[in-house]
């Protein structure tokens, strides 16, 4: 049964994917070491000629209540392999980062056919990590195993928006991830607030202690980049940085950044929290 308050958009997002009118943007993250561009994040984007863009925060949630977000990930997974194969072709050699649904880890061949989709592109599964979110239905057990899985297949697990939801220490101890990010609420108050920054070198030093690299989100001020270089942090993201851009804008982001990066590496960090 549809919600009334669904049905339009619904409707809307069936077609947009039926028809091939979903893109996907990618937002470079760096090394906050080097300044190397360490991957990309895939983000799938609706710009619909009627009613203009909508958020994946609106849409994703809707193909999870409405049973199409198995075809929205098969579909954004394959786009973004082929875009990495179409980079790989240009001389951009770089990792991808792509967002899966709690509810996609319930289909019981999931990690095959992410792999399947891997070597039927040529693509190595050591290039891509799955960003997982809470709100997985399965039991640590057999989400353990579904994990683990994937790590056997070379595919890295990084666990998306850490700090603001339900994720437990526990399974960040048990569960096999590759890597932390912290979430953008945390680095947005990293340099207002004591207590925020305070949270944040706990983070990385927790997660550096369980072997996970540890990316910030949500970068945007010179002084959240400082700060989290100064805290170890390994990675950053953030409309600092760039934006979610279109396939063809990464190469031109590659030489603008190589010319900023100097600039923020050069000057001397913060006091740390
Ligand atoms: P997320 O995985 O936490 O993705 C990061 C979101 O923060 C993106 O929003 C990105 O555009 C935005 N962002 C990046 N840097 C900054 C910044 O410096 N400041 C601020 N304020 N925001 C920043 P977006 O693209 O609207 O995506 C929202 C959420 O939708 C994502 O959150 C993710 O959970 C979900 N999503 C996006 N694409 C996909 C997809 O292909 N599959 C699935 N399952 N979920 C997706
Ligand atoms: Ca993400
Ligand atoms: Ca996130």
Not at 23 to 47: C, F, N
Not at 84 to 102: H, K
Not at 255 to 272: I, Q
Request: a negative charge; charged letters at 20%.
């Amino acid at each position: 049964m549809i919600a009334a308050g669904d049905l339009g958009l619904l409707d809307g997002f069936e077609r947009a994917l039926i028809n091939g009118r979903l893109h996907m943007v990618y937002q470079p993250k760096i090394s906050l070491s080097t300044g190397a561009l360490k991957r990309v994040e895939a983000l799938v984007r609706w710009d619909d000629p009627e009613i203009g863009a909508v958020s994946p925060s609106r849409f994703v949630p809707l193909a999870e209540k409405y049973g199409l977000i198995d075809e929205l990930t098969q579909w954004g997974l394959r786009t973004t392999l082929r875009q990495w194969l179409a980079w790989q072709d240009e001389g951009i050699d770089t990792c991808l980062a792509f967002n899966i649904s709690a509810l996609s880890l319930d289909q019981l061949d999931f990690p095959d056919l992410v792999e399947r989709m891997c070597r039927a592109l040529g693509v190595p599964t050591e290039a891509l990590v799955l960003e997982l979110t809470e709100g997985a239905t399965q039991p640590l057990v057999k989400l353990m195993d579904t994990l683990t899985r994937f790590r056997i297949k070379g595919i890295g697990l990084a666990i998306d928006d850490f700090g603001v939801g339900y994720s437990t220490l526990m399974q960040l101890r048990q569960l096999p991830f590759t890597e932390l990010k912290i979430d953008r609420f945390f680095i947005n108050d990293s340099t207002s607030s004591n207590e925020s920054a305070l949270i944040v070198k706990c983070i990385i030093e927790l997660a550096h202690g369980l072997g996970l690299t540890v990316t910030a989100e949500g970068v945007e001020t010179e002084a959240q980049l400082r700060l989290l270089c100064d805290l170890n942090c390994d990675v950053a993201q953030g409309y600092l940085i760039s934006q979610p851009l279109a396939p063809t804008a990464l190469k031109p982001w590659l030489a603008e950044w190589a010319k900023r990066w100097p600039d923020y590496a050069g000057r001397a960090p913060v006091a740390a929290a």
